[in-house]
């Protein structure tokens, strides 16, 4: 069973930043991997992805210039940096990963990804 474990959530004020990490089981079995977020109320939202290459990445338009994914194949990590946070970054992000290698484009991702973690919360205060 494919596991994913995410950290790095937490509170933390307005324009401050934090490093989310989610390490999974899956390898290079999974060559695509990403993070979703869902606020209250909201739909899940497909923030940004990484292929195995590392080269290959997609951070949503909602997000760009202030987030930035980047993957370590060696530590089976994916990471998440988020900088100038707002209160509207308020969520439960998760990280998920697809074994799909090839049809595939980002807007493949937006419906989601065959594995998921558990997620973890974050939380902007003003």
């Known amino acids: 069973q494919v596991q994913l474990v995410e950290s790095g959530g937490g509170l933390v004020q307005a324009g401050g930043s934090l490093r989310l990490s989610c390490v999974t089981s899956?390898?290079?079995?999974?060559?695509?991997m990403g993070w979703f977020r869902q606020a209250p109320g909201k739909e899940r939202e497909f923030l940004a992805g990484a292929a195995w290459d590392g080269f290959a990445t997609y951070v949503t338009d909602s997000v760009k210039g202030r987030f930035t994914i980047s993957r370590d194949n060696a530590k089976n990590t994916v990471y998440l940096t988020m900088n100038d946070l707002k209160p509207e970054d308020t969520a439960i992000y998760y990280c998920?990963?697809?074994?799909?290698?090839?049809?595939?484009?980002?807007?493949?991702?937006?419906?989601?990804?065959?594995?998921w973690g558990k997620g973890t919360l974050v939380t902007v205060s003003l």
């Open positions: 998920a990963a697809d074994r799909r290698t090839t049809g595939w484009t980002w807007a493949s991702f937006v419906y989601g990804m065959d594995y």
């Open positions: 899956d390898g290079f079995r999974s060559p695509i």
